[in-house]
């Protein structure tokens, strides 16, 4: 597709249960970053992946979120035994080469944890 | 710890006035980015400055790049409630590999 692709755009889920969010990247782009936007608010890193380099992961507030990358492209944040505090837009971001260039937004996913 | 701490956090202001919006850092950045992000989208790329001292102008909205490369504004004239969402300051600091970091956001309502 022309533009960054995440599903579901809406995730209501029962705490505890597990949540995978996905995210399409634009083609060619090898930076790849999650986000994760509480009502109104700034964006808060969770990991980043740049080609075949080991992602930083120095965002991901628990052991209980992981993410991974397949072949440079789809990436997956997986979220395990939700609580209602992870409740939050999850936004997906690409860019060409690396940070300095622009970066293009998914619509994110919301993320209601009940 | 916020790398770029951005002010106002929020900004209620009526329609025909002028605003300012602040992002601040301790680091050196290579360039400093600005976004805007409307309700159920993801942010969007307004403008990148590069240069220390850079000024930048999109029709109302003026960007300027700290002669130190530490910090950005945004000034807004004669604002209009199309102007309305989050604004968010964005970059990658010198000597710290490339991970983009945001800003915490300048949340902007324009009152008609």
């Known amino acids: 597709g022309a533009g960054v692709s995440q599903s579901p755009s809406n995730k209501v889920t029962e705490k505890g249960k597990d949540v995978e969010l996905r995210c399409d990247p634009i083609s060619g782009h090898t930076a790849l970053y999650w986000y994760r936007q509480s009502l109104g608010q700034g964006l808060e890193f969770l990991i980043y992946f740049q080609g075949n380099s080991a992602p930083d992961k120095s965002g991901l507030p628990s052991d209980r979120f992981s993410a991974e990358r397949t072949g440079g492209s789809v990436s997956t944040l997986t979220i395990q ?4 505090e992870d409740s939050a837009v999850y936004l997906c971001a690409s860019s060409q ?4 260039t622009e970066a293009f937004f998914g619509q994110g996913t919301r993320l209601t944890v009940v | 710890t916020q790398l770029l701490e951005q002010s106002p956090q929020f900004l209620s202001i009526q329609e025909g006035e002028n605003l300012t919006v602040y992002c601040n850092s301790s680091s050196v950045f290579s360039s400093l980015q ?5 309700p159920g989208e993801g942010p969007v790329l307004l403008v990148t400055v590069v240069t220390g001292g ?3 102008k999109l029709k109302r909205l003026t ?17 209009q409630p199309g102007d309305t969402g989050l604004y968010l300051c964005a970059g990658v600091p010198l000597n710290t590999g490339n991970q983009f970091y945001f800003g915490t956001g300048t949340s902007l309502t324009v009152i008609p």
Not at chain 1, 97 to 100: C, Y
């Open chain 1, 81 to 84: 035994r939700t609580q209602q």
């Open chain 2, 54 to 56: 850079e000024v930048k």
């Open chain 2, 34 to 38: 600005w976004y805007r992000q409307e």
């Open chain 2, 63 to 79: 960007f300027q790049f700290g002669d130190a490369r530490k910090d950005s504004s945004l000034h807004i004239t004669a604002a």
């Open chain 1, 97 to 100: 080469i690396a940070g300095g």
